[in-house]
């Protein structure tokens, strides 16, 4: 069995999107922290957070990162999840961590052509572009921390799952 994959990295970098396909290309299972929470709160990240306040949010993300965790499995984490020291070491003890990096306007543009509001009530309170440009202030240092490898995330999905499979097996030859 192979270790787990886990995917960083900011709202919209395509974590869901690339970390499904490239479970497809792998025979991997494929986990959202994001979903796994949805399916066993029967709640979205929006009530969630209206009810328990993101720091309610963020204590159950570490414990879906847990509950996830498994072999042979690609695991899209939610944006934040790097926030925490406790699940920044998690993941690089237990997998592969790899940073989608993207710039904030092409993250701003990916969400504001589909917002996904229950998904992701806003973090600042400011509009979609300066939300990303803060956000990305703060956290860029904490996925970089974070990650084994980062990957140019500004290419077709086809194309991200193409060089996470290259990077992935370099790595594992090396
Ligand atoms: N490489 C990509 N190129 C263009 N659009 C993308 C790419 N990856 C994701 N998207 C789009 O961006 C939005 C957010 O993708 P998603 O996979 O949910 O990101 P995340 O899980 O990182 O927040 C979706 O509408 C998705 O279709
Ligand atoms: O960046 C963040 O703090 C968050 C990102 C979201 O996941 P995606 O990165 O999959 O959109 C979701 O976990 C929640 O809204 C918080
Ligand atoms: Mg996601």
Same mark, same amino acid.
């Given at each position: 069995?192979?270790?787990?994959?886990?995917?960083?990295?900011?709202?919209?970098?395509?974590?869901?999107?690339?970390?499904?396909?490239? +479970?497809?290309?792998?025979?991997?299972? &494929? +986990?959202? *922290? =994001?979903? &796994?929470?949805?399916?066993?709160?029967?709640?979205?990240?929006?009530?969630?957070?209206?009810? %328990?306040?993101?720091?309610? &949010?963020?204590?159950?993300? *570490?414990?879906?990162?847990?509950?996830?965790?498994?072999?042979?499995?690609? @695991?899209? *984490?939610?944006?934040?999840?790097?926030?925490?020291?406790?699940?920044?070491?998690?993941?690089? $003890?237990?997998?592969?961590?790899?940073?989608?990096?993207? =710039?904030?306007?092409?993250?701003?543009?990916?969400?504001?052509?589909?917002?996904? $509001? /229950?998904?992701?009530? *806003?973090?600042?309170?400011?509009? @979609?572009? =300066? $939300?990303?440009?803060?956000?990305?202030?703060?956290? /860029?240092?904490?996925?970089?921390?974070?990650?084994?490898?980062? @990957?140019?995330?500004?290419?077709?999905? %086809?194309?991200?799952?193409?060089?996470?499979?290259?990077?992935?097996?370099?790595?594992?030859? +090396?």
């Amino acid at each position: 069995m192979s270790l787990p994959i886990y995917l960083i990295g900011a709202r919209g970098c395509g974590k869901t999107t690339v970390g499904l396909a490239l +479970s497809q290309a792998l025979a991997y299972a &494929f +986990s959202d *922290t =994001d979903y &796994f929470l949805q399916q066993t709160t029967q709640q979205t990240v929006a009530e969630i957070v209206a009810a %328990e306040g993101w720091e309610g &949010f963020r204590r159950r993300e *570490t414990q879906a990162l847990m509950a996830v965790t498994a072999p042979s499995t690609v @695991i899209a *984490t939610g944006g934040g999840m790097v926030l925490a020291e406790e699940n920044r070491r998690f993941m690089r $003890e237990h997998g592969r961590v790899v940073y989608l990096k993207a =710039d904030p306007e092409v993250l701003a543009s990916r969400l504001e052509a589909y917002p996904e $509001e /229950d998904q992701r009530p *806003t973090l600042t309170g400011r509009p @979609i572009a =300066d $939300e990303m440009v803060e956000v990305l202030a703060q956290r /860029d240092r904490l996925y970089q921390q974070a990650a084994h490898h980062v @990957i140019n995330a500004m290419q077709t999905p %086809e194309q991200v799952v193409q060089t996470l499979l290259q990077t992935l097996s370099l790595a594992r030859a +090396s």
